[in-house]
């Protein structure tokens, strides 16, 4: 493993049918982050997502920052490249560390589904993003219409973040879960994430059939830090398409 890099290089398959209109992928993805920022109230902590849908957030909560119709939010950046552009259009941050509860959490999402359950983790901040989520008392995914799913893994790759030092374990255990897993970037250029990890990005032929319980065999695991799973944690969606921004709630929970 030598010279490794950094930068998402995973795509999703199938991006390609969001727009039919006039109307950018990158406008679709505005619009729903403009849905979700609607939430932001002033004095509130915001957890500060990663991805080229959640940058619009950030970049609304800045500007609203500016123009005075929000005050005194703080944020809670879930990596680097978010930091640095929270930090640029004058957002301040929290620290990491003294962080407990956020009062909501804006997000993308590469997959979601109708239960609200997500893969997320293609642009690599997996594990503070699910750091960050689990503390927001309101979590809200931003996505445009190509991420919404019927079954979990029959477009994007699951990704799963692992120590260095245990890729090919982990790869191995993968496989017995019925999984192909791949190194992000290659064994000669592996991609890092901002935790000094690398990722396995895992394809289910068909789609991930059990996520429960794919989730739980992960989580399981010493050396999986964090995986793209995200069950039973999204409580709001706003999903762009050509045909304007709907929503979607978190279904009810059965008795
Ligand atoms: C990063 C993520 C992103 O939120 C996810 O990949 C969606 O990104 P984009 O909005 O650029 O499609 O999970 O780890």
């Known amino acids: 493993m030598c010279s490794?890099?950094?930068?998402?290089?995973?795509k999703v398959r199938g991006h390609a049918a969001a727009v039919r209109a006039s109307l950018s992928i990158d406008e679709l993805k505005r619009r729903a982050a403009e849905g979700a920022v609607?939430?932001?109230?002033?004095?509130?902590?915001?957890?500060?997502?990663?991805g080229s849908t959640a940058k619009h957030a950030v970049a609304a909560i800045a500007e609203r920052l500016r123009s005075g119709r929000l005050s005194d939010v703080t944020g809670c950046p879930t990596s680097t490249a978010t930091e640095e552009q929270a930090r640029a259009g004058g957002i301040p941050l929290l620290p990491w560390n003294g962080t407990d509860?956020?009062?909501?959490?804006?997000?993308?999402?590469?997959?979601?589904?109708?239960s609200l359950w997500l893969i997320k983790g293609?642009?690599?901040?997996?594990?503070?993003?699910?750091?960050?989520?689990?503390r927001a008392q309101?979590?809200?995914v931003v996505v445009d219409e190509s991420k919404i799913v019927t079954k979990l893994g029959t477009k994007a790759p699951l990704p799963v973040e692992v120590t260095r030092t245990s890729w090919r374990a982990e790869a191995r255990f993968l496989?017995?879960?019925?999984?192909?897993?791949?190194?992000?970037?290659?064994?000669?250029?592996?991609?890092?994430?901002?935790?000094?990890?690398?990722?396995?990005?895992?394809?289910?032929?068909?789609?991930?059939?059990?996520?429960?319980?794919?989730?739980?065999?992960?989580?399981?695991?010493?050396?999986?830090?964090?995986?793209g799973l995200f069950l039973e944690m999204a409580d709001v969606v706003f999903v762009a398409s050509a045909r304007g921004v709907r929503r979607m709630d978190k279904p009810e929970q059965q008795p």
């Open 101 to 114: 509860k956020l009062d909501v959490a804006i997000d993308g999402a590469d997959e979601v589904d109708p």
């Open 122 to 134: 293609l642009g690599g901040a997996l594990l503070r993003e699910k750091s960050v989520a689990v």
């Open 38 to 50: 609607a939430f932001v109230k002033s004095g509130q902590r915001v957890g500060l997502g990663t």
């Open 138 to 140: 309101t979590f809200i």
């Open 175 to 227: 496989e017995t879960l019925g999984g192909k897993p791949a190194l992000r970037g290659g064994e000669e250029r592996p991609f890092l994430t901002d935790n000094g990890n690398v990722i396995l990005d895992v394809r289910f032929v068909g789609g991930i059939d059990d996520p429960r319980a794919v989730a739980l065999a992960l989580d399981a695991r010493a050396h999986v830090q964090a995986h």
């Open 4 to 10: 490794p890099r950094r930068g998402p290089d995973v």
